[in-house]
C-alpha cells in the first residue's frame, strides 16, 4: 500500500465516523421530539448565559437536556416537589437576542435558587399545570 491509499482509507474512516456522529445527533433530536412530556425550552442559571435545550417532564422531575449532546442523561435534574413557580414575565432587550421571539421567561425557584426558563406561552401553560397538579404537602406521596 502507498501513503495514496493509506490517506484515501484514513479520509474514508474520518468521513464515515462524521457521518455516523451526525447520525446520532439527529437520532437522538428526533427521540426528544416525539417523546412525550419534553418541549423545546433555553435554560439560565445564576451567572450564566442562555443555553438551548430540551426539558422532559417526568413523575417526580423536571429534568433539562443539552440540545448539542450525545448524552442520554440530563444536565439538571429539578425535584418536582422543590420547585416553586414565582412568574413569567416578557425577554428583555438583551434577552431577546439569546432565545427565541415568540417566548416568555419563567423564574423557578428551587431550593433557593433561582432558575429562568424559556419557552413558549403555551408550554408554559403546560408546565404550570403539572407544577400545581402535584399532591399538596402531607397528603401526597412525594412531596
Not at 5 to 24: C, P, Q, R, S, Y
Not at 43 to 60: A, E, F, S
Not at 104 to 116: D, I
Request: with cysteine; glycine share 8%; charged share 20%.
Amino acid at each position: 500500500m502507498d501513503g495514496i491509499d493509506l490517506t484515501f482509507i484514513t479520509l474514508a474512516v474520518l468521513f464515515a465516523l462524521l457521518v455516523l456522529v451526525i447520525g446520532a445527533f439527529c437520532l437522538r433530536r428526533y427521540q426528544l421530539r416525539t417523546a412525550l412530556g419534553t418541549f423545546d425550552a433555553s435554560i439560565r442559571l445564576p451567572n450564566k448565559g442562555w443555553r438551548v435545550g430540551v426539558c422532559r417532564y417526568t413523575d417526580k422531575h423536571l429534568e433539562w437536556l443539552r440540545l448539542v449532546s450525545l448524552s442520554p442523561r440530563p444536565r439538571h435534574r429539578y425535584l418536582r416537589s422543590s420547585l416553586e413557580l414565582k412568574g413569567r414575565r416578557a425577554p428583555t432587550e438583551a434577552e431577546k437576542a439569546a432565545i427565541p421571539a415568540d417566548a416568555v421567561v419563567v423564574t423557578l425557584s428551587y431550593e433557593g435558587t433561582e432558575v429562568l426558563l424559556a419557552m413558549k406561552f403555551d408550554v408554559y401553560a403546560g408546565l404550570s399545570s403539572w407544577l400545581e397538579a402535584g399532591p399538596v404537602i402531607g397528603i401526597g406521596t412525594w412531596r
